[in-house]
């Protein structure tokens, strides 16, 4: 079993930068692929970012790319997301998640465990 937790969300103007991090309970971090995920209001939830349990590999939606960067800390059981030249379409709720292989990082049945998210709202 594992226990995500999400913090760092926040309002931010378009342009702007924010950093989530998510703290996970757990001995065997260091197994599991980590990804984020966002739902923006009346949409489907969406893949971010994801990084394998080493920190090795890492996979982003186009969206984001060269905007994003996900990181890990298997020392602290912890996986980052530095969001940088943040847009109003990147206002969603973030999520974390944790899953077993790396086979297929951007589907969200994939991944076995969930935060409870935390909130980003990107003015104009």
């Known amino acids: 079993q594992v226990q995500l937790v999400e913090s760092g969300g926040g309002l931010v103007q378009a342009g702007g930068s924010l950093r989530l991090s998510c703290a996970a309970s757990?001995?065997?971090?260091?197994?599991?692929?980590m990804g984020w995920f966002r739902q923006g209001p009346g949409k489907e939830r969406e893949f971010v970012a994801a990084?394998?349990?080493?920190?090795?590999?890492?996979n982003y939606v186009d969206s984001v790319k060269g905007r994003f960067a996900i990181s890990r800390d298997n020392a602290k059981n912890t996986v980052s997301l530095q969001m940088n030249s943040l847009k109003p379409e990147d206002t969603a709720v973030y999520l974390c998640?944790?899953?077993?292989?790396?086979?297929?990082?951007?589907?969200?049945?994939?991944?076995?465990?969930w935060g409870q998210g935390t909130q980003v709202t990107v003015s104009s």
């Open positions: 998640a944790a899953g077993r292989t790396f086979g297929r990082p951007t589907i969200a049945a994939e991944y076995y465990y």
């Open positions: 757990g001995r065997t971090f260091s197994r599991y692929t």
């Open positions: 990084i394998s349990g080493g920190g090795g590999t890492t």
